[in-house]
């Protein structure tokens, strides 16, 4: 049906840059919101920043200033400019794309994850 792919995660020291990509591609007929989560060990996943397909974005307090959402609504792809990273930055970056597929149904589509560490 619907495949979500994160790539760009890394280490990085303290005070660096990284850019995470994500693509949806299979049977969709729409993507809705797309949105970058994080999850670091023995914490719940909260959400870091969201975008909408018009391109109204929305960021958790502990990012803003620091991290860009944008997206390319041609290419079903979602990026996350992450700049002067902290050690709390580091977490499993997922992606998820609100997504109505070709026969109607509506879903929140989620990746595997991909792991961001910010140490020096």
């Known amino acids: 049906q619907v495949q979500v792919v994160e790539s760009g995660g890394g280490l990085v020291q303290p005070g660096g840059s990284l850019r995470l990509s994500c693509v949806a591609s299979?049977?969709?007929?729409?993507?809705?919101?797309m949105g970058w989560y994080r999850q670091a060990p023995g914490k719940q996943r909260e959400l870091v920043a969201d975008?909408?397909?018009?391109?109204?974005?929305k960021y958790a307090d502990s990012v803003k200033g620091r991290f860009t959402i944008s997206r390319d609504n041609a290419k079903n792809t979602v990026y996350l400019q992450m700049d002067s990273l902290k050690p709390e930055d580091t977490a499993v970056y997922y992606c998820?794309?609100?997504?109505?597929?070709?026969?109607?149904?509506?879903?929140?589509?989620w990746g595997q994850g991909t792991q961001v560490t910010v140490s020096s």
């Open positions: 299979g049977s969709i007929f729409s993507v809705y919101a």
């Open positions: 975008i909408t397909s018009g391109g109204r974005t």
């Open positions: 998820n794309a609100d997504t109505r597929i070709t026969t109607g149904w509506r879903s929140d589509y």
